[in-house]
C-alpha cells in the first residue's frame, strides 16, 4: 500500500512528472479529514455523556455560554483555506495556464463517443488537417476535411494512444455526443469532454508502460485464476531446455497447458496493458465498456508505432479507417 505523508493510499502509481503533487494534496486533504472526523466524534461522545438527562434532569435554557466551537469552525476555514490557495490552486494553475510550447511536446487529439475514444495523431508534418463542425459524421468524429493537403498524412486510431516518455504531452479532448470524463490514472489526468468544447490538458510521462508492468507483477500458482489479459514476466523453460513460453507471451490455456507440462508450478504475470483510459463520467448503458489502452514508449518504441500506424492509417483522418 503506498503512503503518502505518512497516509495509506492505495493509489495507482504514479508515473507523471506532476503527479507526487497531486499525491501530497490528497494526503493532505485526507489528514484534515481524519482529524475533524476523530475530533467531531469525541465533541459528539462529550455531548451525550455531558449533557444526558442523569446529569441534567432540568432543562437549561441559556446553554453553553463558550465561544470554543467558533474557534474551532473557524481554524478549519482557515486550514482549508491554505490547502486550497496555497496548494491546489497552483497545481490547477499550472494544469490550466502553463501549457508547454505545442512543437516542444506531442499533441494529440481526442474525441469521446458512446462508446469509445477517438485518437488523432498529425502525420510526419506534424500538421493537423484543418476542421470544420460541419463535416462531423459518425465516420469522421474530428470534422476534418479530407481535401486539406495537411490531413493525408494524419493517423486516426481508436481506443490506442500511444505516447513517448520523458517528453511533455498535449491532448485537446473533445466530446460528440454526450459529457464523457478523459482519465488517465496513473498520469493523475482527469477532465470533462464538453459538448462544443476543446480543451487542452498536459502531463509529462516519466516511467515507461514497461517499468509500469515491472511493478504489477504477481506470483500465480498452477490452478489459480489469471486474469485474461495477464502476459508471462519472464521465460520459462520446457522439460527439453527449449523456451516454452516466452517473456510477453499471454497467459493463456494453451500456454498454462504448456507450463504445466514443463512442470511449473510458479509463475508472474502482469498485465499485457498496464495502464487504460478510462470514462470517470457516468454517460450511459455502456458506460463500462468506454475503456481504451494508454502506452507509453520509449522514443524508439513510439517513432516504430507511429511508422507502422502510418502505413495504414495515412489520409484515413477523415476517413476514419481505424485499426
Not at 144 to 161: E, F, G, H, M, T
Request: net charge negative.
Amino acid at each position: 500500500m503506498k503512503t503518502v505523508l505518512g497516509f495509506p493510499l492505495n493509489l495507482p502509481l504514479n508515473a507523471s512528472a506532476h503527479g507526487a503533487e497531486i499525491d501530497r494534496l490528497i494526503a493532505m486533504v485526507h489528514w484534515l479529514m481524519l482529524v475533524l472526523f476523530i475530533g467531531w466524534g469525541a465533541f459528539f461522545i462529550y455531548t451525550l455523556i455531558r449533557f444526558r438527562k442523569g446529569r441534567n434532569p432540568k432543562a437549561d435554557y441559556e446553554g453553553v455560554k463558550t465561544h470554543t466551537s467558533t474557534y474551532l469552525e473557524i481554524s478549519v476555514a482557515v486550514v482549508e483555506a491554505i490547502l486550497l490557495i496555497a496548494f491546489s490552486y497552483p497545481i490547477w494553475a499550472q494544469r490550466v495556464n502553463e501549457l508547454p510550447p505545442e512543437d516542444k511536446a506531442t499533441v494529440v487529439r481526442v474525441i469521446g463517443e458512446q462508446f469509445a475514444w477517438n485518437i488523432y495523431y498529425p502525420g510526419a508534418d506534424g500538421k493537423f488537417g484543418r476542421r470544420d463542425p460541419k463535416l462531423v459524421t459518425a465516420e469522421n468524429p474530428f470534422g476534418v476535411d479530407p481535401d486539406d493537403p495537411a490531413s493525408k498524412d494524419d493517423i486516426v486510431v481508436q481506443n490506442d494512444l500511444h505516447v513517448p516518455v520523458n517528453k511533455p504531452v498535449i491532448i485537446h479532448v473533445g466530446t460528440k455526443d454526450v459529457i464523457h470524463c478523459f482519465a488517465l490514472q496513473q498520469m493523475r489526468i482527469k477532465q470533462d469532454t464538453i459538448p462544443g468544447a476543446d480543451i487542452p490538458i498536459w502531463f509529462k510521462p516519466i516511467l515507461t508502460s514497461d517499468q509500469v508492468r515491472e511493478t504489477m507483477i504477481r506470483t500465480f500458482h498452477m490452478g489459480d485464476t489469471i486474469p485474461a489479459d495477464y502476459v508471462a514476466m519472464q521465460d520459462y523453460n520446457g522439460k527439453d531446455g527449449a523456451v516454452a513460453v516466452k517473456k510477453l507471451e499471454p497467459l493463456n490455456d494453451a500456454n498454462i497447458a504448456k507450463l504445466k507440462e514443463a512442470g511449473v508450478t510458479e509463475f508472474l504475470g502482469a498485465p499485457a496493458t498496464p495502464m487504460e483510459i478510462s470514462c470517470a463520467q457516468l454517460c450511459g448503458v455502456g458506460h463500462y465498456r468506454m475503456r481504451g489502452y494508454f502506452t507509453v514508449d520509449t522514443e524508439e518504441q513510439f517513432a516504430a508505432w507511429m511508422a507502422e500506424k502510418a502505413k495504414t492509417s495515412s489520409g484515413s483522418a477523415g476517413g476514419n479507417q481505424y485499426e
